[in-house]
């Protein structure tokens, strides 16, 4: 699968932190001119164009980009306003870090045409708390924007107007969730609420909020200076299109960000990041996150698409792979994510409070070697209860790897209940392998 | 709030004409809650004493009760002291299959400290996280706002070694 990066053009190189791209070489390299493109063009027009592309959003949830823009009132006396989701938080991912540092303009202008589009002045960037280096590279970027002309009273001369501010979070994993980041931006606790009213409607501080991924954001730009359909020419079919970003990690060889036409299949992606870690066999992936389903090695030449991931019951989530190894134990692992989940639950809704935390409680005692035999369905009796039930995505998310480790590895856990321990080798401090 | 009365504090200078130069940019001063505990805790070094809660709370007239409702919430807000250094070892999954809770013990050895607690000579204060999102660099932590990447025990006590 050819490989041209798109996203990644300027980043040279997927893992370091490196100086960020400045506004003059961003410019220099054609930056900003798909948001001069989209200046020259009337507002529903670009909607059109992003619409035609089949960009959709990037942070998980597949919602298509340009869909979400229309849902914004084009009469309203309200403001209007743009939410860049930055609070990457779900383990495994850390594309849009790498995007925010090393390439802080591309953002930018995504951002920047967007808002014209749906007539918002008003942007707002919510990153995540921890992402301190990353918040200043983006001040620094949009200092050089405001300098430049490119943002402010009167964006490329165009009569536009636009504020971007970056609004960091606190460390809260929840506030990832659409309308727990407009709580968290209002000052609240990040809870999430209660939808429909979605937030095209009411969202920030009341009004009609659009929210968008970084990496979706960031796609804009290239389908306003390439066109609709050269971006969807890139990809699976005509529901999944555009470059992606991949993030690998766990036991490979070079964990990092690649850049693939959606649709790469694990094979392909492991022979780019330089296979399983130590020429191990590979047992298992979770090819979307800690909310995707945990598949085995058989799956390893699907292509990791929304559709195609969703048939085997998993999903392409935030793009963000684990591997593991023949030596890992799927109990364990499955327990780690479990704890995240349970750690960050707003307590909102019972199902999701109780189960995720009595979720870790059951894997633990099975990892302890102090498993019961009936553990396997009660696991799956939970998560049914778990499913659908609560307010946000959340709850969901812990069922996604909990279900599947019953449902796709229960060997796995009969064997620890057989034994009465757990069965695998413990893994060792890492080593270096280079 | 504890029983005891303690008085709001002047919010520092720089505090409050940091929040004010934010108001123009959001339409309600509840907003700037979360911008003003980070810049009050900074202050306040490293963490929020019962007197920052309620200057903040006085600054942006908001209850104290709910200030505190929001402190709680997030991690990276802290009620009580911290050590010079914040360490936070991602044990995390990616972080874990190639050896994050080993580091994370190692380090506590290390320091001769437990969970959350700041070690004997004030330098460093110790915590487990979640995904700190740079997962390519497992097994990591965060010193203060600097990334580690791909630790060892040994690394990581050279690392620990060499703060002030
Ligand atoms: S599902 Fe969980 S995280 Fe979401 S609102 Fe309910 S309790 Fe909170
Ligand atoms: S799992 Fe450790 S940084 Fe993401």
Same mark, same amino acid.
């Given at each position: 699968?050819?490989?041209?990066?798109?996203?990644?053009?300027?980043?040279?190189?997927?893992?370091?932190?490196?100086?960020?791209?400045?506004?003059?070489?961003?410019?220099?390299?054609?930056?900003?001119?798909?948001?001069?493109?989209?200046?020259?063009?009337?507002?529903?027009?670009?909607?059109?164009?992003?619409?035609?592309?089949?960009?959709?959003?990037? !942070?998980?949830?597949?919602?298509?980009?340009?869909?979400?823009?229309?849902?914004?009132?084009?009469?309203?006396?309200?403001?209007?306003?743009?939410?860049?989701?930055?609070? #990457?938080?779900?383990?495994?991912?850390?594309?849009?870090?790498?995007?925010?540092?090393?390439?802080?303009?591309?953002?930018?202008?995504?951002?920047? @045409?967007?808002? =014209?589009?749906?007539?918002?002045?008003?942007?707002?960037?919510?990153?995540?708390?921890? =992402?301190?280096?990353?918040?200043?590279?983006?001040?620094?970027? @949009?200092?050089?924007?405001?300098?430049?002309?490119?943002?402010?009273?009167?964006?490329?001369?165009?009569?536009?107007?636009?504020?971007?501010?970056?609004? $960091?979070?606190?460390?809260?994993?929840?506030?990832?969730?659409?309308?727990?980041?407009?709580?968290?931006?209002?000052?609240?606790?990040?809870?999430?609420?209660?939808?429909?009213? %979605?937030?095209?409607?009411?969202?920030?501080?009341?009004?009609?909020?659009?929210?968008?991924?970084?990496?979706?954001?960031?796609?804009?730009?290239?389908?306003?200076?390439?066109?609709?359909?050269?971006?969807?020419?890139?990809?699976?079919?005509?529901?999944?299109?555009?470059?992606?970003?991949?993030?690998?990690?766990?036991?490979?060889?070079?964990?990092?960000?690649?850049?693939?036409?959606?649709?790469?299949?694990?094979?392909?992606?492991?022979?780019?990041?330089?296979?399983?870690?130590?020429?191990?066999?590979?047992?298992?992936?979770?090819?979307? !996150?800690?909310?995707?389903?945990?598949?085995?090695?058989?799956?390893?030449?699907?292509?990791?698409?929304?559709?195609?991931?969703?048939?085997?019951?998993?999903?392409?989530?935030?793009?963000?792979?684990?591997?593991?190894?023949?030596?890992?134990?799927?109990?364990?692992?499955?327990?780690?994510?479990?704890?995240? %989940?349970?750690?960050?639950?707003?307590?909102?809704?019972?199902?999701?409070?109780?189960?995720?935390?009595?979720?870790?409680?059951?894997?633990?005692?099975?990892?302890?070697?102090?498993?019961?035999?009936?553990?396997?369905?009660?696991?799956?009796?939970?998560?049914?209860?778990?499913?659908?039930?609560?307010?946000?995505?959340?709850?969901?998310?812990?069922?996604?790897?909990?279900?599947?480790?019953?449902?796709?590895?229960?060997?796995?856990?009969?064997?620890?209940?057989?034994?009465?321990?757990?069965?695998?080798?413990?893994?060792?401090?890492?080593?270096?392998?280079? | 709030?504890?029983?005891?009365?303690?008085?709001?504090? #002047?919010?520092?200078?720089?505090?409050?004409?940091?929040?004010?130069?934010?108001?123009?940019?959001?339409?309600?001063?509840?907003?700037?809650?979360?911008?003003?505990?980070? %810049?009050?805790?900074?202050?306040?070094?490293?963490?929020?004493?019962?007197?920052?809660?309620?200057?903040?709370?006085?600054?942006?007239?908001?209850?104290?009760?709910?200030?505190?409702?929001?402190?709680? %919430? =997030?991690?990276?807000?802290?009620?009580?002291?911290?050590?010079?250094?914040?360490?936070?070892?991602?044990?995390?999954?990616?972080?874990?299959?190639?050896?994050?809770?080993?580091?994370?013990?190692?380090?506590? $050895?290390?320091?001769?400290?437990? #969970?959350?607690?700041?070690?004997?000579? !004030?330098?460093?204060s110790v915590a487990e996280f979640e995904c700190l999102g740079a997962c390519e660099q497992a097994p990591m932590m965060m010193v203060d706002d600097e990334y580690h990447p791909r630790l060892t025990p040994q690394s990581a006590a050279e690392i620990l070694e060499g703060l002030d």
């Open positions: 699968m050819a490989a041209e990066a798109i996203l990644l053009r300027r980043s040279h190189g997927a893992t370091a932190l490196q100086a960020p791209v400045p506004l003059e070489a961003y410019r220099g390299d054609g930056g900003y001119e798909g948001l001069e493109k989209a200046l020259s063009m009337e507002p529903g027009d670009v909607i059109e164009e992003v619409k035609a592309s089949g960009l959709r959003g990037r !942070g998980g949830a597949g919602f298509p980009a340009g869909v979400k823009w229309g849902f914004i009132p084009k009469e309203t006396d309200q403001p209007k306003y743009l939410v860049c989701n930055a609070d #990457e938080s779900e383990p495994g991912t850390f594309k849009d870090r790498l995007l925010m540092e090393t390439d802080p303009h591309q953002l930018i202008e995504g951002c920047a @045409i967007c808002c =014209y589009a749906v007539g918002a002045h008003i942007c707002y960037i919510y990153i995540r708390g921890e =992402y301190v280096r990353q918040a200043e590279i983006l001040e620094t970027a @949009i200092r050089e924007a405001y300098d430049a002309g490119v943002l402010g009273d009167n964006v490329l001369k165009s009569g536009f107007k636009l504020d971007m501010r970056v609004h $960091r979070g606190a460390g809260a994993y929840i506030c990832g969730e659409e309308t727990g980041m407009l709580e968290s931006l209002e000052g609240k606790r990040g809870q999430p609420r209660v939808k429909p009213p %979605f937030p095209a409607i009411i969202g920030a501080f009341g009004a009609p909020t659009v929210i968008n991924n970084v990496e979706t954001l960031c796609n804009v730009p290239h389908v306003m200076t390439r066109g609709a359909q050269w971006f969807s020419d890139v990809g699976t079919d005509e529901r999944n299109t555009g470059p992606k970003l991949y993030c690998i990690s766990g036991h490979v060889e070079r964990p990092g960000v690649y850049e693939f036409p959606i649709g790469v299949t694990l094979d392909e992606l492991l022979e780019a990041a330089g296979g399983v870690l130590g020429g191990k066999a590979l047992k298992a992936f979770i090819p979307g !996150g800690a909310s995707a389903a945990l598949l085995g090695a058989e799956h390893s030449h699907l292509p990791m698409d929304f559709d195609s991931l969703a048939k085997v019951g998993s999903m392409l989530g935030s793009a963000a792979v684990v591997v593991m190894d023949e030596t890992t134990c799927l109990v364990r692992a499955v327990q780690r994510l479990a704890k995240f %989940f349970a750690h960050e639950s707003c307590g909102q809704c019972t199902p999701c409070r109780e189960g995720t935390n009595w979720s870790q409680l059951v894997l633990g005692r099975i990892e302890r070697g102090e498993g019961r035999p009936e553990d396997p369905d009660l696991l799956l009796r939970m998560t049914a209860n778990m499913s659908g039930t609560a307010l946000c995505a959340l709850a969901d998310a812990c069922v996604g790897p909990v279900r599947s480790l019953v449902q796709n590895f229960r060997p796995e856990i009969e064997e620890h209940l057989a034994a009465g321990r757990c069965p695998h080798p413990y893994r060792p401090v890492f080593e270096e392998t280079a | 709030m504890p029983e005891t009365e303690v008085a709001a504090a #002047e919010l520092p200078e720089e505090v409050a004409g940091a929040i004010d130069e934010l108001r123009r940019h959001y339409p309600t001063a509840e907003a700037l809650l979360l911008p003003a505990l980070h %810049f009050a805790q900074k202050h306040w070094g490293g963490w929020l004493p019962e007197e920052a809660i309620l200057a903040v709370a006085a600054e942006l007239d908001l209850a104290p009760a709910k200030v505190l409702g929001v402190v709680t %919430f =997030y991690d990276l807000f802290h009620q009580s002291p911290i050590g010079r250094h914040r360490v936070r070892v991602c044990t995390n999954l990616s972080c874990a299959l190639r050896g994050g809770q080993e580091i994370l013990e190692s380090v506590k $050895r290390h320091l001769g400290v437990g #969970e959350n607690e700041v070690s004997a000579d !004030g330098r460093c």
